[in-house]
């Protein structure tokens, strides 16, 4: 077993999800396919799968509002009886970039990527015109 955390087996995990979304691998392909390499995971393959998922759309909806020079995003997504309390505190607010840059979700990954963190299924939605 390799542990995940290592930059080998980070890459493995990446690597392979730029694959899974160029294929269009459905969430349980790439799950097994992450199962299959034999990594210890923070979570299950299937969490890190839809996790990356969103992770990859969310990364290139920033990239596309900041060519637009869009710097303000909201925190959207629906109430679920497991949601989150650091979700629960942002949900339907809107924040500027270097706020959400300095958050913490307390899962040791980044907010503006992963926002809640393992397993979330909220997002930052870009607001053109927001005036602070
Ligand atoms: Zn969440």
Redesign the pocket.
């Known amino acids: 077993m390799v542990n995940y955390l290592e930059p080998t087996s980070f890459m493995y995990v990446t690597g392979h999800l730029i694959t899974a979304v160029l294929e269009k691998w459905s969430v349980e392909k790439y799950a097994a396919d992450i199962q299959k390499a034999g990594l210890i995971l923070p979570q299950t393959p299937e969490i890190i799968a839809i996790t990356l998922i969103k992770a990859f759309g969310q990364s290139l909806k920033f990239e596309k509002a900041l060519l637009g020079e869009v710097f303000y995003f909201e925190y959207v997504?629906i109430k679920r009886k497991d949601?989150?309390d650091?979700?629960l505190e942002h949900m339907g607010k809107t924040f500027h970039l270097e706020e959400i840059m300095k958050m913490n979700n307390g899962e040791l990954v980044p907010c503006i990527i992963f926002?809640?963190g393992w397993g979330?299924?909220?997002y930052w939605e870009p607001v053109p015109f927001y005036k602070s």
């Open positions: 997504g949601t989150r650091f979700c926002g809640g979330c299924h909220h």
